[in-house]
């Protein structure tokens, strides 16, 4: 949980957590309010925060439930500052399956919206409120209800009818894009085919986002863009090394030579290996058993710093992903995704047999060459 960020509750066996770093921003928000406003303004930021995030977690339980009826475990669900992702065990590649779990998400918005406008609807005119259905973008009107109250149910509705609309758009990561997948999946393409056409629609919309922040100066929307673009690329990968791999174990990578370090291991010391450029991972080895890994981004990051070279492995080696020689490659990379682990150990009866790095599957996926799925 330290790595993931802070545990706020778990239902239906999903734990909910804050990222660290909405951890950081989210008060440097309030306390930039708070300067600009007065402190009049807290209690309003304090409500628009939890409302916000609270329709978030709903929507993500949306997702969440729906895959737990069709048998998929949901590790967890992670709030960061720009919204929230639920983290299945795996994406079905049924379209109909993937296109129930999308859907439920917006689902839930829209319902929570219906709900909440019928109740503005039916609330009787001694409390007023300001609300126009058909500008769900608009929060300037959220501002001029009377009531911290009536602000908050007004702004109930128009988020969570936001957030149900703006999910649709057809670009990955967000739900459209996946919803779009489905449906492209459900023709003659492959599920790869189906995934590039996809993000190749996605860098549409990523383009339309650049140029709506250039146009209105808003940083929030290039935020958007980068990430759309990273994530659709990591998924265009995924997908492909996924299938690629789909029949091969982590024993057809063997027989390698790893090179083993001990926990007392200086880091100086491995500075040729790294000149050689033929080794970039390290396991750490205590008594012959694997209780680490030292990652090449981990040992130059070390290095660089002041005092750097005297450093020992063992204290800035991760935990070890371990695998078996029986494990599918497909499984390998899931866990080192979900770990964001630069490479795996493949351990033979207790003993070190290999290493298994991003960068190995990634070369092998490409060799393979996925696009002619």
């Known amino acids: 949980d330290a790595m993931n960020g802070y545990r706020l509750f778990t239902a239906r066996g999903v734990p909910v957590r804050l990222h660290w770093t909405f951890m950081v921003v989210m008060p440097t928000v309030l306390a930039a309010s708070v300067a600009q406003e007065g402190w009049g303004s807290l209690g309003w930021g304090l409500a628009e925060i939890i409302l916000l995030f609270g329709t978030v977690v709903m929507h993500e339980f949306g997702h969440a439930v729906t895959a737990q009826r069709y048998g998929i475990r949901v590790r967890g669900i992670t709030l960061y500052p720009i919204g929230g992702m639920a983290a299945l065990e795996r994406i079905p590649e049924s379209p109909r399956q993937e296109a129930a779990i999308t859907a439920a998400g917006p689902l839930v918005n829209v319902l929570v919206a219906v709900v909440v406008f019928a109740f503005i609807y039916f609330t009787p005119a001694s409390m007023p409120f300001s609300v126009d259905p058909f500008h769900p973008f608009s929060l300037q009107e959220v501002l001029e209800n009377p009531t911290l109250f009536s602000r908050c149910i007004s702004f109930l509705f128009k988020i969570n009818l936001a957030m149900g609309v703006f999910n649709l758009i057809p670009a990955f990561p967000m739900d459209g894009g996946r919803l779009l997948r489905a449906w492209l999946a459900t023709g003659s393409r492959s599920y790869v085919a189906a995934t590039a056409r996809a993000v190749a629609v996605s860098r549409v919309f990523l383009f339309g986002f650049l140029l709506w922040g250039v146009l209105t100066l808003n940083p929030f929307l290039f935020v958007i863009a980068i990430y759309m673009s990273v994530v659709g690329q990591a998924e265009v990968a995924a997908v492909r090394a996924r299938h690629s791999l789909a029949h091969l174990l982590a024993a057809h990578l ?13 880091l100086g010391e491995l500075v040729p ?49 371990l695998a078996d020689p029986a494990d599918p490659l497909p499984e390998v990379a899931r866990r ?38």
């Open 254 to 266: 063997l027989p390698q030579e790893p090179v083993a370090v001990e926990p007392e291991t200086e």
């Open 273 to 321: 290996w790294l000149l050689e450029g033929t080794t970039r991972h390290f396991a750490v080895l205590a008594r012959g058993r694997v209780v680490g890994l030292l990652g090449h981004d981990d040992l130059v990051r070390s290095l660089g710093r002041e005092g750097g070279p005297t450093v020992t492995a063992g204290a800035v080696m991760r935990a070890p992903v």
């Open 336 to 373: 080192l995704e979900e770990q964001g682990a630069p490479a795996a150990c493949i351990v033979d009866r207790g003993r070190l047999a290999g290493l298994v790095s991003r960068e190995m599957l990634a070369a092998l996926a490409r060799q393979l060459d996925p696009a002619a799925d």
